[in-house]
Every structure is written in structure tokens, then in C-alpha cells.
């Protein structure tokens, strides 16, 4: 299942400009225009960023992101704006920005910010106390897993790596992001200790089971799911 992001821009070429190159990367994209679309659309449809405009017609960028802040929704916000002085950044930042990006940008850098933002724990899922797939249960204040009421004993770092996967269910997870967010270290992705660990995992997660949770996507990375 792929990331969703809530595109805002008003700019008829920047607009469709970014929307397509976050397809070309391989999320889904919903893109809109005015302020209190975008406000209808983040209060009313789960997305894991929403990339806003500082200027909008109809309600501004700034009302539209104090608006989902006042409502407790903690969707992690790039703003793009024109305005680049001090005092607007510190605006955008305090009003609840993730991080604020100055007109005209490289959308290289763009992109690079998103995928650092989707790799940041949300304060709502780090408030979790469990994440459930399927019949795969794993209590994150015990660190205890159980599968169909059957406990797993795990390592500490197999258990990293579930919660890991857990916590992105349904996304195809890539051999970078689980070396800097499961060993915290830049390795070559080509190692095998991936492959090692995942193998350990799926040995104690799925063998013995008629549903598999943990695939490899040949070429891209592992999912765990229950939909496969």
C-alpha cells in the first residue's frame, strides 16, 4: 500500500509538477488547490503528509495548518512558501510545520524531506500501546508478541524489526530504511544481514501458520500484511 500525501498548491504548473513526481516516486497523491478543500480533505481522509502552500485562495496556509492543529490531527506538514524572511518561517514553524521550504526549491530536495518526515514516528503511534496485523499482536509496553494468543519469544533486535514492519503495515519497507531505523547504521545496502534477520523473523512469525504476514517484493524491499 503506498504512502498518501495531500498536495496543496494553488500554482497551476508547481502543482501538478510535484504531484506527479511524488507518483513517479511511488506514493499516492491527492492534489487540490484552495484552502478550505484542503482542510474538508485533511480532516476528513487519512494521510500520512500533507505538502501545504503558504498562499491559497479562500483560506490561507496558515489558518488551514492551525485549523488541523486546534483538531489534534498530527499529520506531518511541509509548507511552501514565497516568503522566506525569518519572522514567516518562525510563523509557519510555531503554527506546527514539520519543516518549511522557500520558493523556488529543487524538488530533489523536496522529496528527500518527505521521505525523512515519513521515517519520523508520529506522536499518535508512538501514544500506541499495541499494533495488531491480522491475528499477530505486539504490546509495546511488555515488548511481548503473541500470535493467535501464542507467545513469541523474540531477540531485541528481531523485536526492533517487527515493530518496525508493524508500524508500517501494508507499505513495502526498503533495505535502507531498515538499516537506518532498525541498526541505526548506513551499511551497504547490498549486506545480508537483512536477509538474515527477516529469515529469523519469518521463522518464528510465520512457520507453523496457514496466513503469511512478512513478503518480499523481489527488487524493492519486504512488506508485512495480511491482505497478500
Not at 485549523?67 to 506531518?76: M, V
Not at 496485523?133 to 519469544?153: S, Y
Request: glycine share 6%; hydrophobic share 40%; aromatic share 6%.
Amino acid at each position: 500500500m503506498s504512502r498518501k500525501i495531500l498536495v496543496v498548491e494553488d500554482d497551476t504548473v508547481t502543482g501538478p509538477y510535484i504531484a506527479q513526481g511524488l507518483k513517479e516516486a511511488g506514493y499516492a497523491v491527492d492534489l487540490v488547490s484552495d484552502g478550505r478543500e484542503a482542510l474538508y480533505l485533511a480532516t476528513g481522509t487519512s494521510h500520512d503528509l500533507i505538502i501545504l502552500d503558504r498562499m491559497l485562495p479562500s483560506l490561507d496556509g496558515l489558518s488551514v495548518l492551525n485549523a488541523l492543529r486546534a483538531a489534534s490531527i498530527d499529520t506531518p506538514v511541509i509548507f511552501l512558501s514565497a516568503l522566506s524572511t525569518l519572522d514567516e518561517r518562525v510563523k509557519g514553524l510555531k503554527a506546527g510545520s514539520d519543516d518549511y521550504m522557500v520558493k523556488p526549491f529543487a524538488f530533489s530536495e523536496l522529496l528527500a524531506r518527505v521521505e525523512i518526515l515519513l521515517r519520523r514516528p508520529r506522536a499518535s503511534d508512538m501514544a500506541q500501546t499495541k499494533l495488531t496485523c491480522a491475528d499477530l499482536e505486539l504490546e509495546l509496553l511488555t515488548r511481548r508478541a503473541t500470535r493467535e494468543g501464542r507467545e513469541i519469544e523474540l531477540q531485541p533486535r528481531e523485536y526492533r524489526l517487527l515493530e518496525f514492519l508493524m508500524r508500517r503495515q501494508g507499505q513495502i519497507v526498503t533495505r535502507t530504511m531498515l538499516l537506518e531505523g532498525v541498526w541505526d547504521h548506513y551499511f551497504d545496502p547490498q549486506t545480508n544481514v537483512i536477509d538474515v534477520h527477516i529469515s529469523r523473523l519469518r521463522q518464528k512469525i510465520d512457520k507453523g501458520f496457514t496466513r503469511t504476514l512478512i513478503h518480499t517484493i523481489r527488487g524493492a524491499g519486504y512488506i508485512l500484511t495480511a491482505e497478500r
